[in-house]
């Protein structure tokens, strides 16, 4: 079995994220990609993580708000119980963040 090799930042990359292109869909993305001088993962890490996007608040929206609200409602819930103290926090508000900037946006 090969060693586990760390990025950059000291983390261990092995989750793998793949998805369908046409040909000039993907044509323009490695275009895009050389004329980065980043490697093709770093490019769409960068561009999926680091830009805005704009989500309209709508029934569904909604509904998966309330969805992760009550989940995360759950678990802390049970944390006060087992008065858990090695919990990864910084996971558990990701969702919180992102739902209170949507909800900020539709104000």
Known sequence: MSEKRLDAKNRWRNVVVAFRMSPEEAQELNVKVALSGLSKQDYIIQCLLKHEV???AG???ARKMEMYLEAMLEELQFLQDENMSNIDFDEMLMPLKQILTILK???
């Open 105 to 107: 946006e539709t104000d």
């Open 54 to 56: 704009r989500v309209v």
């Open 59 to 61: 029934k569904k929206v």
